[in-house]
């Protein structure tokens, strides 16, 4: 089965930082745009941070911005997240996925991602 494999959520206090880290299973990503979305609960699933297959080609939801970094390391068939100065407001459900057919960031729409992973969860709570 073709997908990702998302770990490293957890429960965290506001203020304080995690790394996701999104593995590709059976596949390899290297030329394709891989994004992070998330989902809380009662709200769509929605993009957080795209990295292109040339890793200048990058983008950040507004909410996230200066406090989100994305990397890629094509040689694990990996990505990355590193979630600082987290706040209650980014506790979701993180799931990342491919880009179909293009290495390039674009709108991170969910209709243009495939390879879905199962997701980790992401806490953020005093």
């Known amino acids: 089965q073709l997908q990702f494999v998302e770990s490293g959520g957890g429960l965290v206090q506001p203020g304080g930082s995690l790394r996701l880290s999104c593995a590709a299973s059976g596949f390899t990503s290297d030329y394709y745009a891989i994004a992070w979305f998330r989902q809380a609960p009662g709200k769509e699933r929605e993009g957080v941070s795209c990295i292109g297959s040339s890793f200048a080609n990058s983008k950040y939801a507004d909410s996230v911005k200066g406090r989100f970094t994305i990397s890629r390391d094509n040689a694990k068939n990996a990505v990355y997240l590193q979630m600082n100065s987290l706040k209650p407001e980014d506790t979701a459900v993180y799931y990342c996925?491919?880009?179909?057919?293009?290495?390039?960031?674009?709108?991170?729409?969910?209709?243009?991602?495939?390879?879905w992973g199962q997701g980790t969860q992401v806490t953020v709570s005093s």
């Open positions: 996925a491919q880009k179909a057919y293009s290495g390039l960031c674009g709108a991170m729409a969910l209709n243009d991602y495939v390879n």
